[in-house]
């Protein structure tokens, strides 16, 4: 960090000061502005209307069970269970496996795109 070394006359005559242009700098952008964000007048709704629209339109999520768990059958449900019982470190390793079975799965998709490509199977059918 560089640092410039002035003489100030105002102080003790004589006494070299060092100064931090940087502190300068920052003490420049420093903005003592004080934001009132209670007010509706200052932060108004982007579009009127559409808070009272959402909260007439929002259900608790009491009144009813949560999507994703409509979609879920018992074994779906048992293997989130045994994710949740894993320690951490083998929590990790799975999502590691999972990791590496996506990429291979990825790898041979990528093999029979190009395959499909060369064989002309991908291409519409002119009529």
Same mark, same amino acid.
């Given at each position: ?8 006359? /105002? %102080? ?10 940087? !502190?300068? &700098?920052?003490?420049? &952008? &420093?903005?003592? @502005? ?5 007010? *509706?007048?200052?932060?108004? @709704? ?14 608790? *999520?009491?009144? +009813? *069970?949560?999507?994703? %768990?409509?979609?879920?059958? +018992?074994?779906?449900? !048992? ?5 949740? /019982? ?22 041979? @998709?990528?093999?029979?795109? %190009?395959?499909?490509?060369?064989? !002309? ?7």
């Amino acid at each position: 960090m560089m640092t410039i070394v002035t003489k100030m006359s /105002s %102080t003790q005559p004589g006494v070299v000061q060092s100064v931090d242009p940087m !502190n300068q &700098l920052d003490e420049s &952008l &420093l903005s003592l @502005e004080k934001l009132d964000r209670s007010s *509706p007048e200052m932060w108004p @709704e982007q579009i009127p209307g559409v808070s009272e629209f959402v909260s007439l339109h929002t259900s608790s *999520p009491k009144s +009813s *069970p949560q999507p994703w %768990t409509k979609i879920l059958d +018992s074994d779906d449900i !048992n293997l989130l269970h045994q994710f949740g /019982s894993l320690t951490v470190s083998s929590l990790i390793a799975e999502i590691k496996r999972l990791h590496d079975v996506a990429y291979q799965l990825g790898l041979e @998709e990528a093999k029979e795109m %190009t395959r499909g490509k060369y064989l !002309n199977i991908l291409t519409r059918r002119r009529r």
